[in-house]
């Protein structure tokens, strides 16, 4: 499985970012894609999931501000982001999951300035 991102960058606080993953490889395999994010000083968490059947699931932190979807049959996987606070800011990284294995983007910043 290849994950390759895409969006991202400089955004004020309260605005908005989409970011995109462009998935390929055994995609017959993967149980699920997500979005995950590692601030500076911190560990890796997790912002939103979604399974091949549709379920989601939201860290806290951004319910009711953040979006995910999977598109064209699970090759493009995007994360809507909006009313974006400085607590927002990381690298955020796509992730695939196919039994015992995990697959990474190359992850990209998103940076939101107050």
């Known amino acids: 499985v290849q994950l390759v991102q895409s969006g991202g960058g400089l955004v004020q606080a309260g605005g908005s970012l989409t970011l995109s993953c462009s998935v390929s490889?055994?995609?017959?395999?993967?149980?699920?894609l997500g979005w995950y994010r590692q601030a500076p000083g911190k560990q890796r968490e997790l912002v939103a999931r979604?399974?091949?059947?549709?379920?989601?699931l939201y860290a806290d932190s951004v319910k009711g501000r953040f979006s995910i979807s999977k598109e064209n049959a699970w090759k493009t996987l995007n994360l809507q982001m909006d009313r974006l606070t400085s607590e927002d800011t990381a690298v955020y990284y796509c992730?695939?999951?196919?039994?015992?294995?995990?697959?990474w983007g190359q992850g990209t910043q998103v940076t939101v300035s107050s």
């Open positions: 490889g055994r995609l017959f395999a993967i149980y699920s």
């Open positions: 979604i399974t091949r059947d549709g379920n989601t």
């Open positions: 992730h695939a999951y196919e039994t015992n294995n995990d697959y």
